[in-house]
């Protein structure tokens, strides 16, 4: 059975540090996707990026980086230079392509409680 | 371009009291979802539907029914609600057609209160 573990329940930085925030999986597939998502204080979820198990290639985006090792099964995600709108709960998710045909949703670690503090 | 619209936003019930949670989207998807949210639990997949016709037990089904009315809606229903029904749900919807691939687009959540 598919899990996604996100062991850190909050981290609290001062605004302009980095901070990683991290996330194992577990799947059987050979064939899946991992998805980071934020939730702000507003409460809707705002899709951030998608990797595919195919892809190991780091990405950058802004601020925003990942580092997928499958090695380790882990999709970890960094904010360089955080700001006090990165406060938020980020959630890592993954997919399975083969299991349940892929069409059986997403799930979801139990989220990262992001504190910037100024 | 709504996206996913739910409705309502906010309920209050008594415990025995039911109530229909009613989500549509227009962007012609195929898979629609609902998720439940609690505090240190994550998003708990309660139903999903894969396309037009289907519906699917997800990982927290007990208590719950669902309808998939035609592609763009797909309601909640809890038939005799109980105060462990308290939570914030979401829907969500996804075109569906590459399997496990798709990004899913969701609803703003509506926070429902049993008491």
């Known amino acids: 059975a598919q899990k996604v573990t996100q062991a850190q329940t909050e981290i609290s930085v001062v605004e302009k540090e980095d901070v990683t925030l991290d996330c194992v999986y577990e799947?059987?597939?050979?064939?899946?996707?991992l998805f980071w998502y934020k939730q702000p204080p507003s409460g809707e979820l705002v899709f951030l990026i998608r990797?595919?198990?195919?892809?190991?290639q780091n990405e950058i985006s802004g601020r925003y980086s990942w580092n997928f090792q499958k090695s380790t099964s882990s999709f970890n995600f960094t904010i360089t230079a955080s700001q006090v709108v990165d406060s938020a709960v980020y959630f890592c998710?993954?997919?399975?392509?083969?299991?349940?045909?892929?069409?059986?949703?997403?799930?979801f670690g139990k989220g990262t409680h992001l504190i910037i503090q100024p | 371009n709504a996206g996913v619209t739910q409705t309502p936003k906010f309920q209050v019930l008594k415990t025995g009291q039911s109530m229909t949670l009613q989500c549509a989207q227009d962007?012609?998807?195929?898979?629609m979802y609902w998720y439940r949210q609690d505090p240190g639990m994550g998003l708990r997949l309660i139903y999903y539907?894969?396309?037009?016709?289907?519906?699917d037990k997800g990982e927290v089904p007990n208590g719950y029914n669902v309808s998939r009315l035609n592609k763009r809606e797909f309601s909640l229903r809890l038939e005799s609600a109980a105060p462990s029904q308290t939570s914030v749900y979401f829907c969500?919807?996804?075109?569906?057609?590459?399997?496990?691939?798709?990004?899913?687009?969701f609803g703003a959540g509506s926070r429902l209160t049993v008491l």
């Open positions: 799947t059987r597939d050979t064939t899946y996707y």
């Open positions: 969500a919807s996804t075109l569906g057609l590459l399997s496990g691939a798709n990004v899913l687009t």
């Open positions: 998710a993954l997919s399975e392509a083969q299991s349940g045909g892929g069409a059986d949703g997403l799930t």
């Open positions: 962007m012609n998807h195929n898979s």
């Open positions: 990797r595919n198990s195919f892809d190991e």
């Open positions: 539907s894969a396309s037009e016709g289907t519906t």
